[in-house]
Nanobody, 127 residues
């Protein structure tokens, strides 16, 4: 079992920044991939960014440049830095992890398949 603890969501005005964090505990067998997904009301869930335990990153093309995923200083922790936020970024953001895998692409090819999901953290961007 793996537990995921998310933090850092909140409300911000358009153009602002937020940093989400996610810490994994339990059976975090390496290699692993951690990824952020988001889902807005009435919309399909979409991948945001992912990162392997060795630091290799993947992004949804439309968000690359504004969002940056990174490894934290603590073991099995990742951060998602979100800059130049727009109202359309408003969504519930979920941290996920797939353990014992090198697969990490979130482009819908099926490469990354989360084993565990966090509870989610709300991000609200006002205009």
């Amino acid at each position: 079992q793996v537990q995921l603890a998310e933090s850092g969501g909140g409300s911000v005005q358009a153009g602002g920044s937020l940093r989400l964090s996610c810490s994994a505990s339990g059976n975090t067998f390496r290699p692993w991939c951690m990824a952020w997904f988001r889902q807005a009301p009435g919309k399909e869930r979409e991948g945001v960014a992912s990162i392997r335990h060795d630091g290799r990153t993947y992004y949804t093309d439309s968000l690359k440049g504004r969002f940056a995923i990174s490894l934290g200083n603590s073991r099995d922790t990742v951060h998602l830095q979100m800059n130049s936020l727009k109202p359309e970024d408003t969504a519930m953001y979920y941290c996920t992890i797939e353990v014992s895998t090198w697969a990490c692409a979130i482009d819908g090819s099926g490469s990354y398949r989360p084993d565990y999901w966090g509870q989610g953290t709300q991000v609200t961007v006002s205009s």
